[in-house]
């Protein structure tokens, strides 16, 4: 039996160790999302009186799971100035939007001003300094 466990080891242990640091990495990466009943309760949201960014992703992009540590700065660095809304495409909700809003990949960030008006959009990796310059010109 030792035997065994040591030749497993020595084969196969660099494969394990890598399948685990992955699952880690996703686990640590992967985007919880905002979550809406309905299309209604969301759109109520999106014209609540503050700008708002909204992330559309999906936990299989591999560009948005690179991209989360910039989203969750730029949140911090906006917190009190706009809202952050991550919708995920995968879910009833965020799909609705995004077929509304002719999103055809991920990820897609959309400002929308204080009354629910888009007034940028971006397909792709979130360019941060265009985001933040966005809300800005949004502010009321």
């Known amino acids: 039996m030792k035997e065994r466990l040591l030749r497993f080891i020595r084969e196969d ?13 996703y686990a640590y990466l992967r985007t919880p999302g905002d979550e809406f009943a309905t299309l209604a309760e969301l759109d109520t949201r999106l014209a609540a009186g503050q700008p708002t960014i909204v992330e559309f992703y999906a936990n ?8 989360k540590p910039k989203v969750d700065q730029l949140e911090r660095d906006l917190a009190g ?10 879910d009833n909700v965020g799909l609705a ?25 971006r397909a792709g990796a979130p360019d941060i300094e265009a985001l933040k310059a966005a809300v800005a010109a949004a502010q009321p």
């Open 81 to 90: 100035q706009a809202t952050v809304l991550r919708l995920d495409v995968k």
């Open 60 to 67: 299989n992009c591999s560009i948005c799971l690179l991209n």
């Open 97 to 121: 939007l995004a077929a509304r809003w002719n999103v055809v990949g991920t990820p897609t960030f959309f400002v929308l001003d204080g009354a629910g008006d888009v007034v940028y959009a």
């Open 13 to 25: 242990g660099l494969t394990v160790l890598i399948v685990i640091l992955l699952v880690a990495v």
